[in-house]
């Protein structure tokens, strides 16, 4: 089973929005809705920003939010600000094991 | 302060073996399942084993099936991943990751700095 499908890069204005895509099957994504996101920072671990497709765990800001319809899973930053710049990786339950992650998203904040 | 430290990373030959480790701080260690998950140099994350809060239950991917067994110490708040023979594509940053319930759901809620292992002749 390979990664989940996302972008391989994306960018945004600071003020601007932008939305990433994370599209998996019927066995993860559409099938759970157990879809992750996490920020990771240029040599930082990665860091967790929505859960259970929607919810911000504490201390994540409120222009992060994310969404699912079908076997797409998406992650919307609003507000672009330049702290923002990193790579975003989706990851969902799957019917064959604990989890699969997508291959990652490069955000460029210009 | 929940914290996770990762040991044991080095240079290894392929067809050998390493051990890691991951020190636990801050938590309830035997109440929450925990993970491996790595990252090959400029790739993305890869999900590598699981393990639930009891020991009880461990859960492998295929690529490191038969040749990578996790085990955990409650009694330490240690995590471990034993690392036999090693190839080439096993190279990465390996993260200790932390669920936040007692079953491997593929959730991590905190991560630990990672220690990287590399595999070469």
């Known amino acids: 089973q390979s990664a989940l499908t996302q972008p391989a890069s994306v960018s945004g204005s600071p003020g601007q929005s932008i939305t990433i895509s994370c599209t998996g099957t019927?066995?993860?994504?559409?099938?759970?809705?157990?879809v992750s996101w996490y920020q990771q920072l240029p040599g930082k671990a990665p860091k967790l920003m929505i859960y259970?497709?929607?919810n911000r765990p504490s201390g994540v800001s409120h222009r992060f939010s994310g969404s699912k319809s079908g076997n797409t899973a998406s992650l919307t930053i609003s507000g672009l600000q330049a702290e923002d710049d990193a790579d975003y990786y989706c990851s969902s339950y799957t019917s064959s094991r604990p989890v699969i992650f997508g291959g990652g998203t490069k955000l460029t904040v210009l | 302060e929940v914290q996770l430290l990762e040991s044991g990373g080095d240079l290894a030959q392929p067809g050998g073996s390493l051990r890691l480790s991951c020190a636990a701080f801050?938590?309830?260690?035997?109440?929450?399942?925990m993970s491996w998950v790595r990252q090959a140099p400029g790739k993305g994350l890869e999900w590598v084993s699981g393990i639930s809060g009891s020991g009880g239950r461990t859960y492998y991917a295929d690529s490191v099936k038969g040749r990578f067994t996790i085990s955990r110490d409650n009694s330490k708040n240690a995590l471990y991943l034993q690392m036999n023979s090693l190839r080439v594509e096993d190279t990465a940053v390996y993260y200790c990751?932390?669920?936040?319930?007692?079953?491997?759901?593929?959730?991590?809620?905190?991560w630990g700095q990672g220690t990287l292992v590399t595999v070469s002749s």
């Open positions: 259970e497709v929607t």
């Open positions: 801050g938590f309830t260690f035997r109440t929450y399942a």
């Open positions: 990751a932390k669920d936040p319930t007692a079953e491997v759901a593929g959730l991590f809620d905190c």
């Open positions: 019927s066995s993860d994504v559409g099938g759970y809705n157990y």
